[in-house]
């Protein structure tokens, strides 16, 4: 059973960072894209970010480009989001999700960002 | 990246059919065949419902079904039941390996 499980999110002032993780087990991890979408409080669903199978290639979306990194550790079955100068506009929860170049075929529970002073 | 359009609300009685629709551009949507659908029940996580247009994942139900024409992709579920009652998204490749989503459409199951 494919399995995402999201982590690091918590309230942090508008300025702050985290880092998101996620656990990921049930496949193999190493095969695939994966990939972080955000979810804004009664919003939609935003695709964020997306990293190669082999770590070689990162994409984002206009509005974290330099202040959002993704990455990933196939070693330990995991993928990360470094979330810098944070802004009251990125909160939201923060979907770890398989795939996410042309699908995202599973998607974890979330882990909740709220930037607030 | 500008989101996809959908409409924001739909409704259906059990039984009947509806299409949600997912509007883009030739760039996205229009561009390649990687359109997917997602349903989401309140605070849950999306499923994926369709993808490439119109392929099931193994264990959806065959009343949902997808197509494309020019840049507009449709999800139609027929049959409807109460438990389609969602929040329904669609999504597309969109050139340099980004993803873009709809709005979303709230589905209503009088």
């Known amino acids: 059973e494919v399995q995402l499980v999201e982590s690091g999110g918590g309230l942090v002032q508008p300025g702050g960072s985290l880092r998101l993780s996620c656990a990921a087990s049930?496949?193999?991890?190493?095969?695939?894209?994966m990939s972080w979408v955000r979810q804004a409080p009664g919003k939609g669903l935003e695709w964020v970010a997306n990293?190669?199978?082999?770590?070689?290639?990162?994409y984002y979306v206009d509005s974290v480009k330099g202040r959002f990194t993704i990455s990933r550790d196939n070693a330990y079955n995991s993928l990360y989001l470094q979330v810098n100068s944070l802004r009251p506009e990125d909160t939201a929860v923060y979907y770890c999700?398989?795939?996410?170049?042309?699908?995202?075929?599973?998607w974890g529970q979330g882990t909740l960002v709220t930037v607030s002073s | 990246q500008s989101a996809l359009t959908q409409p924001a609300s739909v409704s259906g009685s059990p039984g009947q059919s509806i299409t949600i629709s997912c509007t883009g551009t030739?760039?996205?949507?229009?561009?390649?065949?990687?359109v997917s659908w997602y349903q989401q029940h309140p605070g849950k996580a999306p499923k994926l419902m369709i993808y490439?247009?119109?392929n099931r994942p193994s264990g959806v139900s065959n009343r949902f079904s997808g197509s494309k024409s020019g840049n507009t992709a449709s999800l139609t579920i027929s049959g409807l039941q109460a438990e389609d009652e969602a929040d329904y998204y669609c999504?597309?490749?969109?050139?340099?390996?980004?993803?873009?989503f709809g709005g979303g459409t709230k589905l209503t199951v009088l």
């Open positions: 990293i190669k199978q082999d770590g070689s290639e990162k």
């Open positions: 049930g496949f193999t991890f190493s095969n695939y894209w």
């Open positions: 999700a398989r795939g996410g170049r042309t699908t995202v075929t599973y």
């Open positions: 999504s597309s490749y969109a050139s340099s390996s980004t993803l873009v």
């Open positions: 490439e247009v119109s």
């Open positions: 030739s760039s996205d949507v229009g561009g390649y065949n990687y």
